[in-house]
């Protein structure tokens, strides 16, 4: 016999994968983009001086 995943069950679900998939985004973002942010930014300050 099947049992009943209520609504609230559900609801928490769809939030768990949402909340994985935007912590999967932030690290992405916190690996690749900060890095290269502060490289262009010397890059940037290297060429003014």
Do not use: C, D, E, H
Not at 7 to 36: D, E, H, Q, R
Not at 39 to 45: D, E, G, H, L
């Amino acid at each position: 016999m099947i049992s009943y995943i209520g609504p609230g069950m559900s609801g928490g679900l769809i939030a768990l994968i949402i909340s994985i998939i935007l912590s999967f985004f932030t690290f992405l973002v916190a690996i690749f983009y900060y890095p290269v942010k502060k490289i262009i930014n010397f890059f940037k300050k290297k060429s003014t001086r």
